[in-house]
């Protein structure tokens, strides 16, 4: 499709179900405040839909994590492709026994005969003094189930094109959405795109950083700046957390030498000790320095905002460790 058209991630991903729900009347959505007479969402991003696909297949629910995922599973085994929101990422620990232990492993326990095509949509991201609890990223939760995906878009692009093959994918997503880049646009090129394949957002040939959802617009930054003293930083977007492009992060690493791995997630067990320990497994004798993490503090979300500011990476972190690693 070669139709291009500026939107924002908010809008993009409003569009991205709206089309799927245009062309498979099997796609339902459900969540709290979902409908449009309880405002489209707390953020609007379900907006419109309702009044185009009706309540039937736009519902309002309940404030009910269990009875959402619940309802999204058994619509997933009657043939439907449900996309459920739970609001916030933190909220996703309530109905974590039937994400885990029902959604994650039904097509494992039937043989293969059964699919839970389900889309889990929810937000989260530090900037606006939540505090602990609604601002967390959980990620490497889900990442560590088997049967589960997590997707992790860092623009309205790619939020489009990982939403529609989301719901069009047969197992369990988690589609998260960071609220402080709702409202950041971008060209929108209504493409096709796998989930497990990572984007190389800036071609770099002195250190590869590593990142997803809104650190990569840090780690373009921290390129930016670092570009001024004449160093080439690769930036490189996972997209999808879980499956990860293996071969996308190894074949970059390869070239620059150097890894940089960023995430907002805390950094203690986060998904970057993975992708490092694989790296140094298959790239040992080939690094310039030693594979660098950095992720959130050792801590629940501060609320007061200074505190907060301090708790996630920044640009200027990155700009750092990208020199530590080149003095290595």
Do not use: C
């Not at 930036?235 to 030498?257: H, I, M, N, Y």
């Not at 320990?277 to 030693?290: D, H, Q, T």
């Amino acid at each position: 499709m070669s139709e291009t058209k500026k939107l924002t991630i908010l809008e993009a991903i409003n569009k991205a179900i709206y089309d799927a729900m245009e062309a498979d009347p099997k796609v339902l959505l459900l969540g709290e405040e979902v409908g449009d007479e309880q405002g489209g969402g707390v953020m609007g991003v379900t907006k419109g839909l309702s009044a185009t696909f009706g309540t039937d297949r736009v519902k309002s629910t309940p404030i009910s994590e269990q009875a959402i995922i619940g309802a999204a599973i058994g619509a997933s085994l009657a043939g439907y492709r449900p996309v459920a929101e739970i609001m916030l990422m933190n909220f996703l620990a309530v109905p974590m026994d039937m994400i885990t232990n029902h959604a994650a492993k039904l097509r494992f326990m039937s043989g293969g005969q059964t699919n839970v095509p389900i889309v889990i949509r929810t937000m989260t991201g530090t900037g606006f003094s939540t505090g602990g609890q609604h601002s967390d990223y959980t990620e490497a939760w889900f990442a560590h189930t088997p049967g589960i995906k997590v997707v992790a878009p860092s623009n309205a692009d790619d939020a489009y094109s990982l939403m529609r093959a989301a719901i069009e994918d047969d197992d369990p997503v988690i589609f998260i959405e960071n609220i402080p880049t709702y409202w950041t646009p971008s060209e929108v090129t209504f493409s096709k795109v796998k989930l497990g394949s990572a984007k190389i957002v800036q071609e770099g040939s002195d250190a590869t950083v590593i990142a997803y959802s809104r650190m990569v617009l840090e780690a373009l930054g921290a390129a930016k700046a670092l570009a001024k003293d004449g160093i080439s930083v690769e930036v490189l977007d996972l997209r999808t957390v879980a499956p990860w492009d293996r071969a996308a992060v190894l074949a970059s690493v390869e070239k620059t030498g150097r890894a940089i791995i960023v995430h907002e997630a805390v950094k203690q067990y986060g998904v970057g000790a993975e992708i490092a320990s694989v790296i140094n497994e298959e790239l040992w004798g080939k690094l310039k320095a030693p594979v660098q993490r950095l992720g959130g503090a050792f801590s629940a979300v501060p609320f007061s905002k200074p505190l907060e500011t301090a708790y996630a990476p920044v640009a200027a972190d990155i700009v750092a460790a990208v020199h530590k690693s080149l003095a290595a």
